[in-house]
């Protein structure tokens, strides 16, 4: 939860896909998902989803 945080979420969103640019991690962008691609390493691709929304006038992050 963010406090204060509501209409946000594109900002968190942005700042998100700008930190796992500039990590050089073996990872590829999509709006709606994260996807994980190994490079060499022993894990399988997986996704993790991230999701913002108003919550009043705050912002509900998971």
Do not use: C, H, T, W
């Amino acid at each position: 939860m963010i406090k204060d945080g509501d209409g946000k979420a594109e900002r968190v969103f942005g700042e998100i896909q700008r930190y796992l640019e500039e990590s050089k991690a073996p990872i590829k962008f999509e709006r709606g998902d994260i996807i994980v691609r190994s490079r060499g390493y022993r894990l399988k691709p997986y996704q993790v989803f991230i999701n913002a929304r108003d919550y009043g006038k705050n912002l509900q992050v998971s």
